[in-house]
């Protein structure tokens, strides 16, 4: 089943989808720690798994095929492949595409990927330079495509119109869903999705939370995604900044009150950045599916 027609099914009957995210710690991920947390996770019954890509051929790229079609294969549970273009030439991505048609892939999102260290940048320094560019060969190849959104806008992006503009591109090149980045306020997500809907961005955007587990961890997602962290989790920051147990848990409670405020005001889906953590996905899962 295509992520299109997860997302049809629920509109038509009023349910909400519900995914997680296998987020490998530095991107390393064996087939065989994959094939335990896939199992872990299949009980809970999500609507589909997407499996992350590292570019450069520096994490699990080459497993993450292998992954995704395991997921689908042992489990019939829907899996999209993430693929990253900032590394790929255009011959990588032919083969890319024909690596993953083989394995019955029928889902993939489509992402730019993080920029490396010493890389040039600008005109003519690499095939794809965005997501966007990399859509239609997808398409075209018949997969069904997702994208990223960003209900701050982008970290490299200052410019909240530009922001949607380029979503909208996505849109147009043939990405029939939407995984937002991470967010620790629900009220960026609403206004973002009022701006989504005013560019005419019809296809369904689901929202991705992460709990918070660590202090290092946030400071790190903060830095990299550029999320704001409301007056609450800082509270809770300073609160248990010696119990490291206590914010973990406060961590994970605080995600679950998002995705249930998320799901009464009616969002087309919630994603799990589960951090391949069983309880993580199993309290996201009881608070959206009581």
Do not use: W
Request: net charge neutral.
């Amino acid at each position: 089943m295509t992520i299109a027609q997860i997302f049809e099914r629920a509109q038509h009957d009023g349910t909400l989808p519900v995914s997680f995210e296998m987020f490998p710690p530095k991107g390393e991920l064996s087939l065989e720690r994959a094939r335990e947390v896939a199992h872990a996770l299949a009980p809970l019954a999500p609507d589909f798994v997407s499996v992350t890509y590292s570019a450069g051929g520096s994490g699990n790229n080459a497993a993450t095929t292998h992954i995704a079609r395991m997921i689908n294969d042992e489990l019939q549970i829907p899996s999209v492949a993430h693929l990253t273009c900032i590394s790929l030439k255009r011959t990588d991505l032919a083969a890319k595409i024909e690596e993953m048609r083989g394995a019955g892939i029928r889902n993939v999102l489509a992402l730019r990927g993080d920029v490396p260290d010493g890389a040039p940048t600008g005109p003519g320094c690499a095939d794809y330079r965005y997501a966007k560019d990399i859509i239609p060969a997808l398409v075209d190849a018949g997969f069904c495509v997702g994208a990223a959104a960003y209900p701050e806008g982008h970290i490299e992006c200052d410019d909240p119109a530009l922001s949607i503009q380029r979503l909208k591109q996505k849109q147009d090149t043939g990405a029939s869903f939407l995984v937002t980045q991470l967010f620790f306020d629900n009220q960026y997500f609403y206004r973002f999705r009022e701006r989504a809907a005013a560019a005419g961005i019809t296809v369904p955007i689901t929202a991705g939370i992460m709990p918070f587990m660590s202090k290092q961890q946030i400071t790190r997602m903060v830095f990299m995604c550029g999320a704001s962290l409301p007056s609450p989790v800082i509270k809770l920051l300073a609160r248990y900044e010696n119990d490291p147990a206590s914010l973990r848990a406060a961590g994970i409670e605080y995600a679950c009150r998002q995705l249930e405020d998320l799901a009464a005001h009616g969002v087309d889906g919630c994603h799990v950045y589960t951090m391949n953590r069983l309880d993580v996905a199993r309290a996201a899962m009881s608070a959206l599916r009581r």
